[in-house]
């Protein structure tokens, strides 16, 4: 369209504000081009449609989100930025923040599962939980709940709970118990699937499924698969 120009551009016009402001009202979902709400302050319009201002409509930056996901199992992590929309926000989200394409802008996945893996999984665009999440994931404890068949040898979960040799240095040791009769739970820092198997083929056990229920002082309670919601200022790694 050669008659067109940025929308951030004809907001700043009408709406006698800056640039900058402008771009604040559109990415808050505050701006509508002929009815519908465009995010993108790119969008080009032409002189034809009609621009609004919603009554709702404010200068706030819009502060930086950490997501929790719960990933299926088998979907590869490539992926699950996919799953990032509003109708998949869940039910549960009690943050008040709605989704905006904004809150996907420099969103960066932190220590993914493996694809066979479901569970738990952190976006964040804060520096603080990218920091927390690499640097000091070493020293965050996870938590996994692992099904299991086959018959566990004798001494079997005395094997399980025993520090071993992973990645060329003794691992710590596991904190392993029965949830029921085919699931186990394991909690660990520095825990991971391949480590979660190499216990269990030790023990004689065959993996059925691996899904990651915390990182940290956070869990993942009550999050359906595929489904995610924004983490609350006061969780806290």
């Given at each position: 369209m050669s008659d067109s120009i940025r929308l951030a551009k004809r907001v700043a016009e009408l709406f006698n504000c800056s640039r900058g402001e402008a771009t604040l009202y559109i990415e808050g979902a505050a701006v509508t081009v002929d009815g519908v709400v465009v995010e993108e302050p790119g969008y080009r319009v032409t002189a034809q449609e009609q621009i609004a201002l919603l009554p709702d409509a404010d200068l706030t930056p819009i502060e930086a989100v950490t997501i929790q996901l719960h990933k299926p199992a088998g979907m590869p992590v490539a992926n699950l930025i996919d799953l990032i929309?509003?109708?998949?926000?869940?039910?549960?989200?009690?943050?008040?923040?709605?989704?905006?394409?904004r809150h996907l802008k420099e969103l960066v996945m932190l220590d993914p599962l493996e694809n066979t893996a479901s569970g738990m999984?952190?976006?964040?665009?804060?520096?603080?939980?990218?920091?927390?999440?690499?640097d000091d994931l070493s020293r965050l404890e996870q938590e996994f709940v692992v099904e299991v068949s086959g018959q566990i040898v004798e001494g079997g979960l005395q094997l399980l709970n025993q520090s071993i040799v992973f990645h060329g240095k003794p691992s710590e040791p596991a904190k392993v118990s029965w949830q029921n009769e085919t699931r186990l739970r394991f909690a660990r820092k520095e825990l991971s699937s391949r480590l979660i198997?190499?216990?269990?083929?030790?023990?004689?056990?065959?993996?059925?499924?691996?899904?990651r229920i915390r990182i940290g002082r956070v869990p993942?309670?009550?999050?359906?698969?595929?489904?995610?919601?924004?983490?609350?200022?006061?969780?806290?790694?």
């Open positions: 929309v509003a109708e998949n926000q869940s039910a549960e989200d009690r943050s008040g923040l709605r989704f905006l394409k999984v952190i976006f964040t665009q804060d520096w603080r939980v990218k920091r927390k999440l690499v198997t190499l216990l269990c083929s030790r023990a004689g056990l065959s993996i059925i499924s691996i899904k993942m309670a009550g999050l359906a698969a595929g489904q995610w919601r924004y983490l609350m200022g006061y969780e806290k790694f």
